[in-house]
């Protein structure tokens, strides 16, 4: 059974860091896209970025951009989303997901973890 579990969610500052992390378990790691999400409360689960099988390529959306980047470490099975500058508004559950092909939008991946709570104070 494939499984991912998220880490490193909690509480901080505006302006302070996370880095939240997924280990994946049960798949060829290294075959799958890992993409990012997150949602809050009465809004839809919202794309954050992705990266490529191997990790040579990145995305991020314009939203999270500069703040927000993507990594991965395949021989650890790990991908990593570092959050800097955090603001309020990114308080929400974040998940990870992976899919052999990955893509923009939830209904593209076909693993998911449970999430991990980030919540930022003003």
């Known amino acids: 059974q494939v499984q991912l579990v998220e880490s490193g969610g909690g509480l901080v500052q505006a302006g302070g860091s996370l880095r939240l992390s997924c280990v994946a378990s049960?798949?060829?790691?290294?075959?799958?896209?890992m993409g990012w999400f997150r949602q809050a409360p009465g809004k839809e689960r919202e794309f954050l970025g992705s990266i490529s099988r191997i990790g040579g390529s990145t995305y991020v959306k314009d939203f999270v951009e500069g703040r927000f980047t993507i990594s991965r470490d395949n021989a650890k099975n790990t991908a990593f989303l570092q959050m800097d500058s955090l603001k309020p508004e990114d308080t929400a559950t974040y998940y990870c997901a992976a899919d052999t092909r990955g893509g923009s939008n939830w209904n593209e991946y076909d693993y998911w973890g449970q999430g991990t709570q980030v919540t930022v104070s003003s």
């Open positions: 049960g798949l060829t790691f290294s075959n799958y896209v």
